[in-house]
């Protein structure tokens, strides 16, 4: 238990100092990550309003990120159990109390420019960036809300170190990352493997073929298949990572994209996305790109 909270204060304060870094003037870079999984439309306005209150733009990306996946969730259409809705998932009164921020004359909570200058100004006025750890937890009563959050904002922030000896991949692993990257937003779709539809094992399969290594098609045979990752050993991008309760129990694949993320088709409802890998059933990883 011990462990597991100093493993949890070290997840938290790596993205803290990954963030302040951003601070001295300039904003941070988007990496590559974020580039490929933020729109464009939605970028530009986290870095307008994180210019205007001070904030690191990766931090309210980093929000809109995990509150409705800027905006692709379809269930941020609707007020979920605590009334919150729209693109960062305002309830109507917290809306209200920083819908100033918009500049507009009749706010609009499903608005992304109308949502995204509230939440910056809802941050800023509950101290960050200086207390960021404390200002995501008086936006969402969670201490996992703040370390997902937090591990997003690393992610997107170019500042954000790759993996030891991982820089733009090439050959094999860089093509089935490019495939990856490309399928952003598909569909998840059990059994499938493109192009309009992707599960798991299916998109990383899929990936790999355009990258000319065959995969067998279920996550407990990619796994099986190797090579494996030895542990401890840094991962690169196109490494695939596996989840599950054993090594004979894999029920989950992504393809590493980062030093943090993966992108992955996670579960029905869902679109293939990018998301941090760093999960509780994590079980390890395997190299096709050296088959």
């Known amino acids: 238990m011990r462990a597991a909270a100093f493993a949890c204060l070290a997840l938290l304060l790596l993205p803290v100092a990954v963030l302040s870094a951003g601070l001295g003037g300039d ?17 530009a306005l986290y870095q307008a309003a994180a210019v205007r209150f001070g904030l690191p733009w990766e931090l309210l990306a980093a929000v809109g990120k995990v509150e409705s996946d800027h905006g692709r969730d379809p269930g941020s259409d609707l007020p979920n159990a605590a009334g919150a ?8 009164g917290t809306f209200a109390a920083y819908s100033w921020a918009a500049g507009t ?48 904002a690393a992610t997107y922030s170019a500042a954000a170190a790759p993996p030891p000896g991982a820089g733009a991949p090439a050959g094999p692993a860089g093509a089935a990352v490019a495939f990856a990257l490309a399928a952003l937003g598909t569909p998840y779709l059990w059994g499938g493997d493109g192009p309009g539809g992707f599960d798991c094992s299916g998109l990383t399969q899929a990936a790999y073929a355009a990258a ?23 991962l690169e991008p196109g490494d695939l990572v596996f989840f599950g309760a054993g090594p004979a129990a894999v029920s989950h ?17 869902a ?10 059933d994590y079980l390890g990883a395997t190299r096709p790109a050296a088959l």
């Open 27 to 43: 904003q941070a870079a988007p990496s590559a990550v974020a580039l490929a999984d933020i729109p464009a439309g939605y970028l």
């Open 271 to 280: 679109v293939v996305r990018v998301e941090p890998y760093a999960w509780p």
């Open 212 to 234: 000319g290594v065959s995969l067998p098609r279920t996550a407990q045979a990619q796994f099986d298949a190797g090579p494996p990752v030895p542990a401890g050993a840094p």
């Open 85 to 92: 809705v729209g693109p960062m998932q305002f309830e109507p």
């Open 253 to 269: 694949v992504g393809i590493l994209v980062s030093a943090t993320a993966m992108v992955d088709a996670p579960h029905t409802g």
């Open 105 to 152: 004359r009749s706010p609009d909570i499903d608005d992304p420019h109308d949502a995204i200058e509230a939440a910056a100004a809802m941050l800023a006025a509950n101290g960050a960036p200086a207390q960021t750890a404390r200002a995501l937890y008086a936006y969402n009563h969670a201490d996992w809300y703040v370390q997902e959050v937090l591990g997003w």
